[in-house]
């Protein structure tokens, strides 16, 4: 079955700090792969996108490739902002197969403080 | 153009009682996905609608659990009669298509707590 790994957290920089988030996935198919966010108090939005292998998504100064050799897709962010302090999931959608192509798989989320 | 919105926000109920969580979903948009996440663990996929059918029901976890959603606009979750390990947050999402590159549109999640 499909499955998602996500680094362990939490995870806690200083404010300008490189920030990666490591995440890899088992798949049937060809999925596509997200980053999703909760900020405190909020619900889940999508953070940034791929959907075949060697895109790049980008958003708000984040990005992740999708990586098919490595079954890869991590989240980098040159400088992180206290503002950036949430939790992020990586997660899929497979194609192939299944009665539910938009299914979503998660990783377990990592959260992530910002010190000033 | 409204999101998705989930109501109640939150519940609290005893075990052995009964409880109905709804999801708007955005207007227009065909599917609804339920998901839960339990204890800080991964957020687990529950069931699937297209419309007002049932694509993919895999994820619920026993018959206690109950999904509707008539006239394929907004979905109802009834735990009947809920258990301890039930408490977590559920969460509702709907898409306009059921492609694997569609973006799913969350709601804020309703957290239960059973006791």
């Known amino acids: 079955g499909n499955s998602v790994t996500q680094m362990e957290g939490p995870v806690t920089l200083s404010e300008e700090a490189f920030l990666t988030i490591n995440c890899t996935y088992t798949?049937?198919?060809?999925?596509?792969l997200f980053w999703y966010v909760q900020y405190p108090g909020e619900g889940l939005q999508l953070l940034l996108k791929?959907?075949?292998?060697?895109d790049k998504g980008s958003n708000k100064g984040f990005e992740a490739t999708y990586r098919k050799e490595t079954t890869s897709f991590h989240l980098e962010k040159g400088s992180v902002q206290v503002s950036d302090s949430a939790v992020y999931f990586c997660?899929?959608?497979?194609?192939?197969?299944?009665?539910?192509?938009?299914?979503?798989?998660f990783g377990q989320g990592t959260i992530l403080t910002v010190h000033p | 153009e409204a999101g998705v919105t989930q109501f109640p926000s939150h519940s609290v109920i005893e075990k052995g009682q009964t409880v109905t969580l709804r999801c708007d979903p955005i207007?227009?948009?065909?599917?609804l996905y339920w998901y839960r996440r339990v204890m800080g663990k991964e957020i687990k996929f529950l069931l699937h609608?297209?419309?007002?059918?049932?694509?993919?029901e895999s994820g619920m976890p026993n018959n206690r659990f109950l999904a509707e959603r008539t006239g394929g606009t907004y979905s109802t979750l009834k735990v009947q009669p809920a258990e301890l390990e039930d408490s977590g947050v559920y969460f509702c999402?709907?898409?306009?298509?059921?492609?694997?590159?569609?973006?799913?549109?969350f709601g804020p999640g309703t957290r239960l707590t059973v006791l």
């Open positions: 798949a049937t198919g060809y999925p596509s």
């Open positions: 609608f297209v419309k007002e059918s049932k694509q993919d």
């Open positions: 997660a899929l959608s497979d194609r192939a197969g299944g009665t539910s192509y938009g299914k979503l798989t």
């Open positions: 791929a959907t075949k292998a060697d």
């Open positions: 999402a709907s898409s306009p298509s059921q492609w694997s590159t569609d973006t799913q549109y």
């Open positions: 207007s227009g948009h065909d599917n």
